[in-house]
């Protein structure tokens, strides 16, 4: 939904020569959704406040993903939020701890393994609070990801509220062998996937016969 509608602001941007900048463009887009001004920004970002506050960080161009997704399983984003304030709520930070707790995540250790492009360690340090309400609910999405961590990943984590699992690999040629040791362990008919690598860039308009195939491919 949010490189969507990432995608349709830049559209209408450059069908009616608008002409607006990037920064433009990210602060429509947080109006329409927390997500949005990262998918047109794109790269890597530590994200703060709503998840629109941008900090870039190095880019991480090197790796390759592999997403995967049952077709007949669906999460709803309200419901995971709405579940984990219920349950966790009381762990939030106090509004007077926000900054501290800011300056803490730009100093934390994923940004230091950032900084210093260490694959396996940006693997160990993925971290998703969502997957606390939605794994005892959904095991087919622990299934899978523990199916991905199995065949030997960098590291594997359910996607934002779910149910897309994504798993990072040292090269596509990884990412191919992945796909089809999670294949032979889940067989399973409604199960997809695709594999695509990591952009320094957000959205990017393609056309036929002038620009490169687009970075991701189902298979």
Aim: proline letters at 5%; charged letters at 20%.
């Amino acid at each position: 939904g949010s490189a969507n509608a990432a995608a349709v602001l830049v559209g209408m941007d450059l069908l009616w020569r608008l002409g607006l900048t990037q920064s433009e463009l990210q602060e429509l887009g947080g109006t329409l959704g927390s997500d949005v001004p990262f998918c047109i920004a794109g790269g890597t970002a530590l994200a703060t406040g709503r998840g629109d506050k941008l900090s870039p960080m190095p880019d991480l161009g090197g790796f390759s993903v592999v997403l995967a997704k049952y077709r007949n399983v669906s999460i709803s984003t309200a419901w995971s939020y709405q579940t984990y304030r219920q349950q966790f709520s009381s762990t939030y930070c106090a509004s007077e701890d926000l900054e501290c707790r800011r300056e803490l995540l730009h100093s934390g250790p994923m940004v230091g393994a950032i900084a210093q492009k260490d694959r396996s360690k940006i693997g160990q340090l993925l971290h998703n609070d969502l997957e606390k309400v939605a794994l005892p609910v959904y095991p087919q999405v622990l299934q899978l990801r523990e199916a991905f961590e199995a065949a030997g990943v960098l590291g594997a984590m359910m996607s934002g509220s779910g149910p897309t699992v994504f798993a990072l690999c040292e090269s596509q040629e990884q990412a191919q062998q992945v796909v089809e040791r999670v294949k032979s362990a889940i067989a399973s008919p409604d199960l997809d996937f695709w594999v695509a690598k990591f952009s320094n860039t957000g959205i990017r308009i393609f056309s036929e016969g002038n620009d490169p195939k687009p970075p991701i491919s189902r298979v």
